[in-house]
DNA sequence: ACCGCATATGCGAATAGATGCATATGCAGC
DNA sequence: GCTGCATATGCATCTATTCGCATATGCGGT
């Protein structure tokens, strides 16, 4: 695996695996960082790691350091393959894959960091 | 590998090599014999006939025996992930992943199929 | 320098997918 | 039953992906 731009076979690559799914479809709303997709997903830090290096070697995310924090986005979320697909999802099975279940967790998470943990909170509010 | 409803992912697993897409784009204006697709996709029968088994495998073909040939056909044709995949797809690719250039052929062996082996030609039309 | 939190990497085993080459099977006509 | 055409399968090899477990690295605070 190498790569970096997103092509199209690339894309259908990421789609492969529900859980990765599930973080582009987070990720649409904006960036996040590993801890709380680890906690929206309620998985653990070292599968989400896996899954973002992956994701990032098929060209469809980027990251960036913030202090501690590793804040990742997609890596172009006007990229109408994508864009129109993740749409179709939604359309589609939007319950049945938990996109709408994670968007709500989406929020209830991002407040509850803006709380007990201002600085990471702040990281992908940058 | 086992399968045999549509699954999202599963859809997705056969959208990951390009020479798939080309058979699912094909397929869906109608069903087509291994022979033709063989010649469409200038390819040969031994590839063609694998990527046709795991399309089967992931529930996303089915095929029917009309004589010695043996008609291909998209399981489930109304799929709406599909179709708005394919749709997709078409639209921001068209070209680039021979889609359109395909279709075109896909009229021209089949005339001369209707002319030169009516047999096959009746099979598909079935 | 040390500690704790956040994140990443390494490794070994398991499974899945792709590829090339050879060969088998199913069907129709003779 | 033999032949030819259309299609499928088997096998060996290779690369890709997944998984679990252990451990390493980066950063900020003390």
Redo the contacts with the bound molecule.
Sequence with gaps: ??MQRMEIVQVY?CF??V??LRILNLLKDGPL??????EILDSD??????????MK??GMVE?E????????RLADATNPLLQKNLKCLQDCYGESIEFNKDIRKRSAVTARMQRE?A??AQ?ISA
Tied chains: 1, 2.
Excluded: G, P, T
């Design positions: 695996m190498h690559k492969c695996d859980q990765r960082c590993v801890c709380h997709l680890v830090q070292v599968k989400i790691s896996k899954q973002l290096r992956y070697e098929l990251d350091r913030v202090a501690q924090w590793k804040v990742y943990n600085a990471c990281a």
